[in-house]
């Protein structure tokens, strides 16, 4: 069974512009997850999507993230425009059932550096 | 609301001794207390998770944890340590009271194992 999958595994761009993360969530898994861990500080929840609703967006910093899922499948968590402040970890997880027991499966994360 | 505390920034044991991760929480109900673990350049992997029952609870690769409600702690064990151990390590928490899906992560403890 392929695990999660995020792409690209590094990006670095300048102030002002434009990022998109990609996380493909395993497959038949419902719900998904974006994380984000600033330097050496702890994870943090960004949001949660049911299929393609959002089900819990309260850890999202401000209106400069937007994130997508689409037909329930991949999803996009898009930088628009980026800040310094937002260099970063960014992880995604899936879990197949939700609720507060259910294990969360985390892909590899992608490394956001905005110079 | 839910939080962790990894007191240590950093744990350095030598091989084939016993190691110990610290981990305490602070929830309003009942918790469910998580294990991950992150490898160089890789995701976290899920190692263990508290949900009910026996305070001792084993996971992936040797670890254990135990759950003590007295002092609000879920200690990650190992009996003894490979060099292959060494790697950043995360507690995490939910809130039985609220079965959200905001998981709470402590800043992390990076393990290192010495021949």
């Known amino acids: 069974e392929a695990g999660v999958t995020q792409f690209p595994s590094h990006s670095v761009i300048e102030k002002g512009q434009t990022v998109t993360l990609r996380c493909d969530p395993i497959s038949g898994h419902d719900n998904l997850y974006w994380y984000r861990r600033v330097m050496g500080k702890e994870i943090k929840f960004l949001l949660h999507f049911v299929k393609e609703s959002k089900q819990d967006e309260s850890g999202m910093p401000n209106n400069r993230f937007l994130a997508e899922r689409t037909g329930g499948t991949y999803s996009t968590l898009k930088v628009q425009p980026a800040e310094l402040e937002d260099s970063g970890v960014y992880f995604c997880?899936?879990?197949?059932?939700?609720?507060?027991?259910?294990?969360?499966?985390f892909g590899p994360g992608t490394r956001l550096t905005v110079l | 609301a839910q939080s962790v505390a990894q007191p240590e920034d950093q744990v350095n044991v030598a091989e084939g001794n016993p190691l110990t991760v610290k981990c305490t929480y602070s929830?309003?109900?009942?918790?469910?207390l998580f294990w991950y673990v992150q490898y160089p350049n890789r995701g976290l992997q899920f190692l263990l998770k508290y949900i009910t029952g026996d305070n001792l609870v084993k996971g992936s690769y040797g670890f254990e944890a135990e759950f003590n409600k007295s002092q609000t702690s879920f200690h990650l064990k190992k009996p003894s340590a490979l060099v292959s151990d060494s790697a950043l390590y995360f507690c995490a928490v939910r809130d039985f009271l609220y079965n959200n899906n905001d998981m709470r992560f402590g800043a992390g403890t990076r393990l290192t194992v010495k021949p």
């Open positions: 929830v309003s109900g009942n918790p469910y």
């Open positions: 997880a899936s879990s197949p059932i939700g609720g507060a027991s259910d294990t969360q499966y």
